[in-house]
């Protein structure tokens, strides 16, 4: 080993030739050449007896002057009796601890979910607090450090809705609040919960109570024709099981939901299993002509079972898929407010019985008691409405107060 005065133009020389070469300006600071091109800057140095070397970067990135200075900075540290490897290895951890304990509100909100899902007994709740964070948060929050989450920027997601949708977006503001206490509790951020309601309610209005109930925010059915010509602008599945949900009357898990199987071509059926109508029970849709043609007009995959199929092989339409693309259409509706559109128009516009409305939305009609004694569900009936709905969609777009004129008889 060979002490030099080392300089640019030697150590350009050096680097083609293997061995280690000894500053004589800085003890301990070694060129260490292991092949040609190979070389590294290395500091040997002695500690409690024992001897160790401490690497300081490859000889190609940083030059003698820059070697003399990083070895300068760590035997000042050994002066003072400290170790420079602890010291960086030390600083290594912290930034891994960093690393690991930075996490984005969206890691966070689908970690919890992860996490407390498993203990949510109503499949519906899951799929509300999924619809609802793709639709109402993560759009804002969703990219930023969950550390950073304040009241402002809750303020910012709640505020739009908050008057409109008080009851949806008292339960967003509670699922918000139950992942920051996670993530507070995880140590993946510190302080006060900024959508706690003592703190949020300071700047939002109490609304939470005004309405018990939610009602779906509907499209007015004078408006329908129109949007329907602009959704069958859109193409993909998506748009395609939108429409089929406003022909249909359908609830958005039903027609998530619809198989092949279910789907009786020759009969004009759709029959809905028990298992996934509301009222727990079978429900047959008599399908329109426009809504075969739109399910003969689907793709169909090989192995996948759903009418309408997903982004992923095999699986279905996702929770969120219908919600946000309403909310890209039309910000004042709702995929479920389609059926109170329906309601309306058949009410106003057509002459059939109250029974038939409500059964071609699924909906239980008299007591507990006529129910038990009811021996039809007006299918027929029903199939004529669903025509006639089917022709009232496909019409020419009127303006705001004209009169449609599908007064029809049963």
């Given at each position: 080993m060979t002490?030099?005065?080392?300089?640019?133009?030697r150590v350009a020389r050096l680097v083609k030739t293997p061995g280690r070469y000894r500053d004589a300006d800085v003890k301990g600071l070694l060129l260490c050449v292991t092949g040609p091109g190979n070389a590294s800057w290395q500091l040997r140095y002695q500690l409690n007896g024992a001897e160790k070397w401490m690497g300081l970067?490859?000889?190609?990135?940083?030059?003698?002057?820059?070697?003399?200075?990083?070895?300068?900075?760590?035997?000042?540290?050994?002066a003072d009796g400290i170790d420079p490897l602890q010291v960086r290895r030390a600083e290594k951890v912290a930034q891994k601890l960093a690393a690991?304990?930075?996490?984005?509100?969206e890691q966070a909100t689908w970690r919890y979910f992860d996490l407390f899902s498993v203990?949510?007994?109503?499949?519906?709740?899951?799929?509300?607090?999924?619809?609802?964070?793709?639709?109402?948060?993560?759009?804002?929050?969703?990219?930023?450090?969950?550390?950073?989450?304040?009241t402002t920027l809750i303020?910012?997601?709640?505020?739009?809705?908050?008057?409109?949708?008080?009851?949806?977006?008292?339960?967003?503001?509670?699922?918000?609040?139950?992942i920051l206490d996670w993530a507070t509790a995880s140590?993946?951020?510190?302080?006060?919960?900024?959508?706690?309601?003592?703190?949020?309610?300071?700047?939002?209005?109490?609304?939470g109570r005004v309405a018990r109930v939610e009602h779906h925010s509907a499209l007015p059915y004078g408006e329908l024709p129109a949007f329907l010509v602009e959704l069958r602008k859109h193409v993909g599945t998506t748009p395609r099981a939108l429409e089929f949900a406003v022909l249909s009357c359908a609830r958005t898990n039903e027609v998530r939901g619809a198989t092949w199987d279910e789907i009786d071509f020759e009969q004009k059926v759709w029959t809905v299993p028990a298992a996934r109508t509301k009222a727990h029970k079978e429900h047959r849709v008599p399908l329109s002509d426009a809504a075969l043609k739109l399910l003969k007009s689907l793709p169909v995959e090989e192995g996948n079972p759903y009418v309408f199929i997903g982004s992923q092989r095999?699986?279905?339409?996702?929770?969120?898929?219908?919600?946000?693309?309403?909310?890209?259409?039309?910000?004042?509706?709702?995929?479920?407010?389609?059926?109170?559109?329906?309601?309306t128009w058949a009410g106003e516009q057509t002459h059939y019985p109250v029974d038939v409305i409500e059964m071609c939305l699924a909906h239980n009609v008299g007591s507990t008691t006529e129910r038990a004694y009811a021996r039809t569900t007006l299918f027929e009936r029903r199939?004529?409405?669903?025509?006639?709905?089917?022709?009232?969609?496909?019409?020419?777009?009127?303006?705001?107060?004209?009169?449609?004129?599908?007064?029809?008889?049963?």
């Open positions: 002490k030099t005065n080392l300089t640019t133009k970067g490859s000889a190609s990135e940083f030059s003698i002057k820059q070697a003399r200075e990083r070895a300068l900075a760590a035997r000042q540290k050994l690991a304990k930075t996490m984005t509100f203990e949510w007994k109503n499949a519906k709740w899951r799929s509300q607090f999924q619809n609802t964070m793709r639709a109402y948060v993560l759009p804002t929050l969703g990219a930023l450090p969950i550390e950073s989450i304040d303020k910012q997601v709640l505020e739009p809705h908050w008057l409109a949708k008080a009851p949806t977006m008292s339960r967003v503001r509670s699922r918000i609040e139950a140590g993946y951020r510190a302080g006060d919960n900024p959508a706690a309601w003592k703190t949020i309610g300071k700047v939002l209005p109490k609304v095999g699986a279905g339409l996702s929770h969120g898929a219908m919600l946000v693309l309403m909310g890209r259409l039309r910000t004042d509706g709702t995929v479920h407010g389609f059926r109170s559109t329906f309601r199939r004529k409405l669903m025509e006639t709905w089917a022709a009232f969609c496909a019409s020419k777009p009127i303006k705001t107060g004209d009169v449609v004129a599908l007064k029809t008889a049963t």
